[in-house]
């Protein structure tokens, strides 16, 4: 079985981003990322550019403590995207956050464009609309929901 040279660059650049997340590497963070990069989160506004990215995940990490894990990787080389499946330990030996992130990448520098974060947890009650904030769904193509 032959493995694909783009996927595997694809995983590499995911492992690369989690390790420099895990190493509280905010430049090394940035680097991982294309120009005009965005981060899309659950009930946040989205990081935009590598710099902001990456303190924004160093410094959340480093008051909050933990750190990230990759469990699962699917890469989709027509499409230059990757599916990744995490956990994220905290201060607090108890307290496991699982998540989704699906990551679309420059074909030309395979440096990460887009990341749309997902969270395993319940919805809040308070909140309405479980979605990303700033991101155009129906821009994007998405089913329109009431």
Not at 88 to 97: G, I, K, M, S
Request: with cysteine; proline share 5%.
């Amino acid at each position: 079985m032959r493995t694909n040279s783009i996927a595997q660059k694809i995983e590499q650049m995911v492992g690369e981003y989690f390790e420099a997340c895990r190493m509280l590497d905010a430049h090394a963070v940035a680097e991982c990322f294309a120009a005009g990069a965005v981060h899309y989160l659950p009930h946040l506004p989205p990081l935009q550019g590598g710099a902001t990215i990456g303190n924004a995940i160093v410094n959340d990490l480093r008051n909050r403590g933990g750190a990230y894990f990759i469990d699962k990787i699917l890469t989709n080389v027509e499409q230059c995207a990757a599916g990744v499946e995490w956990s994220r330990t905290f201060q607090q030996d108890d307290r496991v956050l699982r998540g989704y992130e699906f990551c679309e990448f420059d074909p030309a520098s395979m440096l990460i464009r887009e990341i749309r974060g997902y969270y395993a947890a319940p919805p809040h009650q308070n909140i309405e609309r479980h979605e990303l904030v700033g991101f155009d769904y129906a821009g994007r193509g998405y089913k329109k929901l009431p």
